[in-house]
């Protein structure tokens, strides 16, 4: 006789079940990184309930929508900042901001780059699929040059984003890039940054079958995903100037930066210390808001 | 609920409109801030910055006013109080958040200390030609909340209202001050914590698993829950349904929008704040609100000099607008007189809700300085002729 | 003696064929069958291949399928 050890699919507990089947594509990735990420979720053992997560606008963005965790759906470009406000109000929440490459690199780049500077204790995970695919394959910052987008009709000239030279220079302390044929390393990598204190980028890059691949000849899903296979190089440790991405070249995986920096609380703290001493109040050891009154206190 | 008293400065202080503001902030319990340098209000977030180490809270200064204004609605959902601080341009720029507050019922603060524009305009000198964009300045159809101070003190005391009426109706509530209330120096006295009544976060009773975040209660405002409770709850700015979720419909869009809409119109008449002299004998009535009320009074009082019969009326609340006083006005007076730091914005409220029972005289003014007393009183006269 | 097996949640599936190309052992196929969106479910061809690994869960975008390990029991 036999018995089942593994009697439930284990990203089953983490999803909104009755949000199913999510909108993603036919052979999009971003379902699939969902499966390394609630993978990360359980072997971290991270307190469920003290994970939030924040995405912006976009197909990626809808992440936050079928996860069963606290999770905002926000504006176009700004999980970052939400996602900082989040994290300062309550230190104890794991923050995951979690969306896609134009949302965080286009309308949202200013504010990715000052939070890696702040090194705030963010985990960014970034799917990126080199197009906008919610609104009909445009132009992304990521799109490599000559593909053929919407707006570039003629093939794209302007030169794309190396999103982790950008992170590193902008001061994240961990960086790392997969695929999604990735799936266990990109689920070691999202475990790990659990465990990093600052500012972590991953960047995962994913088919997009319908509105990046089709309109470049390059196949479906599957084929991105044999791409993926075929044509990633994994150097961990590597110099970020030197993972560039091409529309048909090598792709440079692993993780690139693990880096400690002091986070944005501690040099709060540190700073008012030493300016303030013992007048220093700070709020990640108060009760939780006492202020602001709780359902009794009317 | 009463004051946190390390957030109240009780006494007696000679400060302005701006450090004022903040001091109102603080004693509502506000404990988080985010802000971008601009003028003339900045100086509510630099009391701010150096207020809040020792009370316990955090200020961050953010890279833009889309940040600013997005940080403050997620440290609400983290469980603080939370406000934000700008003039004309940063509050252009903060108008897909105060959509977004509205829609996700997120109960915040926007300060705007109001400067000639548009565009860069007049950065250290006084307007208030925002009041239209603070009604209706996010895309969409949405109710809004806004308080407009004409003094010093009450920066301080219409602040604490602001974020009381936020929590009750979790909503964004506009706080539409101007550069010369916020550079005005006077005294203000803050009262005892004991003394200032806070509206307490309407934070849900139900466990979870048994929340449907969005689930209306009688007065169609739901209550909430703050990330890390263990609620799991979902936040979108897509129209949703009671539980959160995203319900892209005509059906959904009816009722939440209607709800959104509703929770506020049917509580009109407690949220307007008003001041009122000598209406009910009154041939003309001067309605008036923020810094140019200051301004009307010495007109009014001039008039009253020379014989006429002047009523007084100051908005404290000017959205939602406050139409059942003025018909009442329209009903005894023979006009009303409006005069604005802006070419007209009120005044169209005005004569819209005295809907032709007196007629309607504004006083326009393009900012950059406050009116002429004598500007007013002329347009009193020719009311009352 | 079968190792593991998988579970199909077929109305889930999109037909992507990730979970097929990708598994170490071989197990599955695409059905020749449709769900009720027209999408190909994949099947286990040789289900004695199967160890149970996952890794069919860990690829498939639309939590479809997943695999779990099989032991003797009852000792």
Redesign the interface.
């Known amino acids: ?12 507990p983490f ?2 079940a ?5 909108i ?9 990184t ?3 990420f609630a ?1 990360a979720l359980i072997e971290s053992k991270v307190d ?3 994970v ?1 997560i ?1 995405s912006g606008i976009g197909c990626t963005g809808r992440v ?2 079928y996860l ?8 176009h ?2 999980a ?11 230190p ?2 794991q923050v995951v901001v979690y969306s896609g490459d134009g949302d965080l690199f286009a309308i949202g780049g ?2 990715l780059i ?1 939070a890696a500077r702040r090194n705030i204790d963010l985990k960014v995970i970034c799917v990126n699929n080199l197009i906008y695919a919610m609104t009909g394959g445009q132009t992304a910052p990521t799109t490599p040059g000559a593909a053929i987008t919407t707006t570039a009709p003629y093939g794209v000239y302007e030169p794309a984003f190396n999103l982790p030279a950008l992170a590193e220079a902008a001061g994240a302390s961990y960086v790392a890039r997969w695929t ?2 990735h ?2 390393q990109m ?1 070691r990598s999202m475990q790990e940054v659990f465990a990093k204190k600052g500012f972590c980028f991953i960047e995962v890059l994913s088919p997009c079958p319908t509105l990046y691949q089709r309109r470049n000849k390059m196949g ?3 084929d991105a ?2 791409f993926y296979k075929e044509h990633s190089r994994t150097r961990n440790g590597a110099p970020t100037g030197e993972v560039g991405l091409t529309r048909d070249g090598e792709i440079v995986v692993g993780k690139f930066v693990d880096r400690d920096r002091p986070e944005f609380r501690d040099l ?1 703290r540190d700073r ?1 210390t030493h300016q ?1 001493g013992d ?5 990640a050891e ?1 009760a ?8 009794d ?2 | 609920m009463e004051a946190d008293p390390r957030g109240v400065l009780t006494g007696v202080h000679f400060i302005d409109g701006d450090h004022a503001c903040c001091e109102g902030a603080l004693a509502a319990g506000a404990r988080f801030a985010a802000g971008y340098p601009i003028t003339p209000s900045t100086e509510v977030v630099e009391r701010f910055a150096s207020r809040i180490p020792t009370i316990g809270g955090t200020f961050i200064q953010m890279e833009d006013e889309l940040a600013s204004s997005i940080a403050i609605l997620g440290a609400v959902w983290g469980g603080a109080k939370a406000f934000t601080v700008t003039s004309g341009p940063g509050f252009s720029l903060m108008m897909e958040h105060i959509g977004y507050a509205a829609m996700t019922e997120t109960p915040c603060v926007f300060v705007n200390v109001q400067r000639g524009g548009p565009s860069t305009g007049l950065p250290t000198l006084p307007a208030q030609a925002d009041m239209m964009q603070a009604r209706w300045g996010s895309h969409g159809d949405y109710e809004i909340i806004a308080l407009c101070p004409n003094s010093p003190q009450e920066c301080f005391d219409l602040m604490i209202e602001a974020f009381n009426f936020s929590e009750q109706y979790r909503t964004p509530v506009m706080f539409m001050m101007d550069e010369v209330v916020g550079h005005m120096t006077e005294k203000v006295v803050i009262p005892a914590p004991d003394r200032i009544r806070l509206y307490p976060r309407r934070h849900t009773r139900k466990a979870p698993g048994e929340l449907n975040l969005y689930e209306p209660e009688e007065d169609l405002v739901p209550a909430m829950a703050h990330a890390g409770e263990g609620y799991r709850f979902h936040v979108t700015g897509l129209t949703h349904d009671e539980r959160g979720y995203p319900a892209m419909n005509a059906r959904a869009q009816d009722r939440l929008i209607g709800r959104l809409q509703e929770k506020i119109r049917r509580a009109a008449e407690s949220l307007a704040l008003f001041e009122e002299e000598a209406v009910e004998e009154a041939d003309v009535v001067v309605i008036s609100y923020g810094i140019t009320s200051r301004v009307a009074q010495r007109a009014i009082d001039m008039a009253r000099e020379s014989g006429l019969r002047v009523g007084k009326f100051r908005l404290k609340t000017v959205w939602p607008f406050p139409d059942a006083h003025i018909r009442r006005l329209a009903a005894g007076a023979r006009a009303l007189v409006v005069p604005e730091l802006n070419r007209g914005q009120i005044v169209r409220e005005v004569e819209r809700a005295a809907a032709g029972a007196a007629r309607v005289v504004g006083v326009p003014h393009a900012g950059g300085s406050v009116h002429r007393p004598e500007r007013i009183l002329e347009a009193i006269r020719e009311a009352a002729a | 003696m079968q190792r593991g097996s998988v579970s199909i949640l077929v109305e889930r599936c999109k037909g992507c064929g990730f979970c097929v190309e990708f598994c170490p052992t071989k197990v599955l196929a695409l059905s020749s069958a449709f769900n009720s969106k027209g999408y190909h479910p994949p099947h286990m061809v040789k289900p004695e291949k199967c160890s149970g690994c996952d890794l069919c869960g860990m690829y498939c975008p639309d939590f479809a399928i997943y695999g779990w390990k099989v032991t003797a029991s009852g000792s």
């Open positions: 006789m036999s018995e089942v050890l593994t009697p439930v699919n284990p990203v089953e999803l909104r009755e949000r199913m089947p999510h993603w594509c036919p052979g999009c990735g971003i379902g699939t969902v499966n390394s993978r469920l309930d003290r939030a924040v936050a929508g069963k965790l606290d999770s905002f759906h926000t504006t470009g700004r970052i900042p939400f996602a900082t406000g989040l994290k300062l109000a309550n104890a929440l200013n504010h000052h999604t044929f799936v266990r689920a479906d899903g599957l995903m044999k709060m008012f303030l007048r220093y109040v700070d709020d108060m939780e808001h006492p202020h602001c009154g709780g359902e206190g009317a």
